[in-house]
């Protein structure tokens, strides 16, 4: 399983890949799960993370098709060796609203330079049962998203696994994956949380306030990322990505 982990900054970045980060993903933890960074500070992030490293940007949620691929349009990146994810809600009164966002979105990201790859992002506690979900993931699969995150939407300290049980968690990603979709597994997961859901079959977790001293608006500090990347088996790549930020790291940036 890859881990991703969120920055706010580009100063967070080299901290991030020592940790062992396999993705590195942009969004303003402060205002929401999905919030996105400022377009200088993205900019910013972009040019710090190399180019042989998966890069995400957060989006936001969107109930419009044209706003979905205009946010898409305006995002200030470069193509990179590695992939790129972009990531968002689609918001709707039905299944064919949140399909024409999803559509909408993957075209946009087609005629977008960096060619990113669209995430469709479910909140597990904006649900009482398991049919939202399940619409998401016909209407990814229909729209030609490359994958599905679940997460949660509020970050009062509960977690992911407080709305859905193991069980249910594990079932879905099981259905998700059989229909293609790559698929994540986010919500304010501790180091527990993270070891609870790493046999999952999920493809990335993701975290932020785990990574971070004081919670997810903290800093980020590379031995938090270190002990969650050797609860999920301190894989391949997240050392080969602690290799390339110590031969890229900047004096000024500290783990």
């Known amino acids: ?120 992002v479910h909140y597990a506690d904006q649900s009482d049962d398991g049919r939202t979900a399940d619409e998401l993931c016909i209407a990814a699969a229909l729209a030609g998203v490359h994958g599905l995150l679940v997460d949660t939407a509020i970050k009062d300290g509960r977690t992911l696994l407080d709305s859905w049980p193991e069980s249910r968690l594990f079932d879905w990603v099981r259905r998700a994956r059989s229909a293609g979709l790559f698929v994540g597994i986010a919500g304010s997961l501790g180091v527990a949380e993270v070891a609870r859901v790493g046999s999952s079959g999920a493809d990335v977790v993701g975290v932020r306030g785990a990574a971070c001293a004081g919670g997810r608006s903290g800093l980020l500090e590379a031995a938090r990322v270190d002990q969650i990347r050797r609860v999920l088996g301190g894989k391949a790549a997240g050392a080969a990505n602690r290799n390339t930020a110590q031969r890229n790291r900047p004096p000024h940036v500290h783990s």
Do not use: T, W
């Open 1 to 120: 399983m890859q881990l991703l982990v969120s920055v706010r900054r580009a100063a967070e970045v080299g901290p991030a890949l020592l940790g062992g980060a396999d993705i590195i993903d942009a969004k303003e933890s402060a205002f929401g799960a999905l919030a996105p960074v400022d377009p200088e500070r993205l900019e910013q992030i972009d040019e710090r993370v190399p180019h042989s490293v998966a890069f995400s940007v957060a989006l936001g949620d969107f109930a419009s098709p044209e706003a979905a691929a205009a946010a898409i349009d305006a995002l200030p990146l470069r193509r990179r060796q590695a992939r790129v994810y972009v990531k968002l809600a689609p918001r709707g009164g039905d299944h064919g609203d949140v399909c024409e966002v999803l559509v909408a979105a993957v075209r946009g990201a087609a005629c977008h330079s960096a060619n990113p790859l669209v995430i469709a």
